[in-house]
């Protein structure tokens, strides 16, 4: 039942949308998926604990059918987030994206053999393994810090069904996923608290559409935290979906949605990049704080 599941993506609180698109097109080379707008705050807070206006960016390699991508939540108004300590980094393995970021200036530190920490807009922490693009998915890894190792690896193994891949007492860090083929998620122990700051993300699965239900049973079953219950979506002119979303025993959000209308939600637009571009250009509102002598809001 487990081999249905699949890794989508993670999502990022963005306050700069145009240093933030030209870190993901040129330099890790990613393509836009699709853009949208909303008026209104998300009922399964995608955009985090904000009722305004926001906007939704798909960035990836490939079609979400079969790569892991980045999902960027802009909120209107808001400038900029408090990194924590959960969010550890995200690996990708492209000699492309390290030569675009020396061709334009973006700054690059090697940190072990062919492999280069980055920065997007914001802080997040991007690791550059400096070989050939593969074929497939060149996303390998998403890395979130836990605090108590051995009670992360049951939650997400024995209640969600993720394999174990590969152990590392010398990073004491465990490597899981639920297929070979897919990005893997990496827990990393920092023994010491899980602190999510305001820029805390959200990571992402689908799984048959049916299964829903048993999943939020069996948390409720375990005593384990449900933030929104199971719940539909509504996106206009676009599938509806049903989505749950938990929080694991360090409070790292995780949603999961229905395959089956997840596959007509994501599909690929080739507008996305107009649509992204337009928006942007449409959006005075840093021009706005500049005229009035102020800042946007710090989350």
Not at 186 to 203: C, M, N
Request: glycine share 8%.
């Amino acid at each position: 039942m487990m081999a249905f599941r699949r890794a989508l993506h993670f999502v990022f609180k963005v306050g700069d949308r145009s240093k933030t698109a030209i870190f993901y097109r040129d330099v890790l080379g990613m393509k836009i998926l699709r853009h949208e707008e909303f008026e209104e705050g998300c009922k399964a807070t995608c955009n985090g604990p904000y009722d305004g206006k926001w906007s939704k960016t798909m960035v990836g390699f490939g079609p979400e059918d079969d790569h892991f991508v980045a999902e960027l939540t802009y909120n209107y108004g808001v400038g900029e987030y408090k990194l924590g300590n959960d969010f550890l980094g995200f690996t990708i393995q492209s000699s492309q994206a390290v030569s675009n970021a020396k061709k334009i200036g973006w700054p690059l530190t090697e940190v072990g053999e062919a492999l280069y920490l980055t920065e997007a807009p914001g802080g997040y922490r991007f690791y550059l393994l400096n070989k050939d693009q593969p074929d497939c998915d060149p996303v390998q890894k998403i890395t979130l810090a836990v605090s108590d190792l051995q009670r992360s690896v049951h939650y997400w193994s024995s209640l969600l069904g993720m394999k174990v891949m590969e152990k590392s007492e010398e990073k004491k860090s465990v490597l899981m996923g639920f297929s070979d083929s897919q990005c893997k998620l990496e827990l990393q122990d920092i023994r010491a608290s899980v602190d999510h700051g305001t820029a805390f993300g959200r990571i992402a699965f689908s799984c048959p559409r049916e299964q829903l239900p048993d999943l939020e049973a069996l948390m409720k079953k375990e005593n384990q935290k449900i933030l929104t219950p199971l719940v539909s979506l509504d996106t206009p002119g676009k599938a509806t979906v049903e989505v749950v979303i938990l929080a694991d025993p360090d409070g790292h959000e995780i949603c999961f949605v229905g395959d089956e209308a997840f596959r007509q939600l994501s599909a690929f637009d080739p507008s996305g990049n107009e649509l992204l571009d337009k928006a942007m250009a449409a959006d005075k509102s840093d021009e706005w704080f500049a005229k009035h002598k102020k800042q946007k809001a710090s989350a």
